[in-house]
């Protein structure tokens, strides 16, 4: 499919600009109360009730850009990122829908695999609510992040996408701290130039050149899915964990070790709030699969990548210098993770 800059970018704004003014048919109607965008998408809330439309993107070589470019590419992206949302919180993903722009209007219809345009119906979260801004609020306590172990750890066993044969976990690590390597030079500098000083990068390449025989076995069963479950895409409904926008678009995360999924999640406890309150998400994620241990390098790799990949994040997020800072601070101690 040939496109152009002028293509997508005029029919994403038509589409954004009817939803918006209310000129919707189908499975939608009415002009939504509140309309926030984000790098990827437009978020359309209406009462209780959400609809995200992801942007298309005329540059196919970027490495984010590129999977929403409007291309078989973007709708098989679509239907993993659907799926896999939708097995994790079922509750709060309800349904995708095909949208068409006919005439001035947006058609909004059962999805069809072989439109471009989705919107995806969510039930509505208060984002002050997150375990992100719990944690900077200290409203958090061992009973709920024990059940977020237990409840990660189970979403992740019984989640059906099959893992590629194609797929080994030094590979996948490999290509993961390529990117990270970009996404810290692309930060401020002030964090930029402390992530490179304090040389984890190169410990992480290191790392996987002494591990690379072991890691390039590690394929099949060894590996699940992996899904970006940082703190900001985790809430609590009913008590039960519920989590948001867990496919990144950038393949290399979409599979690895399981245990990379409780990384993430630990280092943002350990780091915002205290190393004893995390260890009940490892207590419930172990209870699940009756464990008592991980291997230590393994682990200590996972724990120090989702460490980075924080920075990484909330570093290039203004307003997040602070929390950005205090994951600076434990950059001695991640030095450890995999020397």
């Known amino acids: 499919m040939s496109v152009t800059t002028d293509w997508s970018t005029k ?18 109607s009415g002009v939504p109360d509140k309309v926030i965008e ?54 709060i993903y309800q349904e995708m829908y095909s949208v068409y722009f006919r005439q001035g209007r947006v058609e909004v219809l059962p999805f069809d695999e072989t439109s471009i345009y989705t919107l995806i119906k969510m039930d509505r979260l208060d984002f002050d609510t997150n375990l992100h801004e719990r944690l900077l609020r200290d409203e958090v306590d061992a009973e709920c992040l ?34 990270l390597r970009q996404f810290t030079a692309w930060l401020p500098i002030e964090f930029a130039t402390t992530v490179q000083a304090s040389n984890i990068l190169e410990l992480l390449d290191t790392h996987l050149s002494k591990y690379r025989d072991e890691y390039l076995s590690l394929k099949g069963e060894a590996l699940t899915v992996n899904i970006d479950n940082h703190d900001e895409n985790v809430f609590f409904k009913n008590g039960k964990p519920q989590f948001i926008d867990l496919l990144p678009p950038m393949s290399c ?40 241990s991980l291997p230590k390098h393994t682990y200590g790799f996972t724990h120090a990548f989702a460490h980075m990949i924080s920075i990484a994040h909330f570093g290039s ?8 800072r205090q994951y600076i601070q434990r950059l001695p101690e991640v030095k450890r993770w995999v020397q």
């Not at 999977?67 to 590419?73: E, F, G, S, W």
Request: hydrophobic fraction near 40%.
């Open 11 to 28: 029919y994403d704004r038509l589409i954004f600009t009817a939803i918006c003014s209310g000129q919707v048919t189908g499975a939608l």
């Open 38 to 91: 984000s790098g990827l998408a437009h978020i359309f809330f209406y009462g209780d009730t959400v609809y995200k439309l992801y942007k298309t993107h005329d540059d196919k070589g970027h490495f984010i850009r590129g999977v929403l470019a409007p291309t078989d590419q973007r709708t098989a992206f679509m239907r993993h990122d659907f799926s896999l949302n939708k097995h994790f919180s079922d509750s």
């Open 146 to 179: 024990f059940l977020l172990g237990y409840e990660t750890a189970h979403a992740v066993d019984t989640c059906p996408i099959t893992i590629p044969d194609t797929v080994n976990w030094y590979d996948l690590a490999n290509e993961r701290v390529t990117f």
């Open 253 to 292: 995360w979409w599979f690895g070790l399981p245990y990379a999924n409780l990384s993430n999640l630990m280092v943002n406890v350990e780091t915002l709030h205290s190393v004893a309150l995390a260890k009940h998400i490892e207590r419930g994620y172990f209870k699940y699969f009756a464990i008592t």
């Open 317 to 324: 997020v203004p307003g997040k210098e602070a929390v950005t």
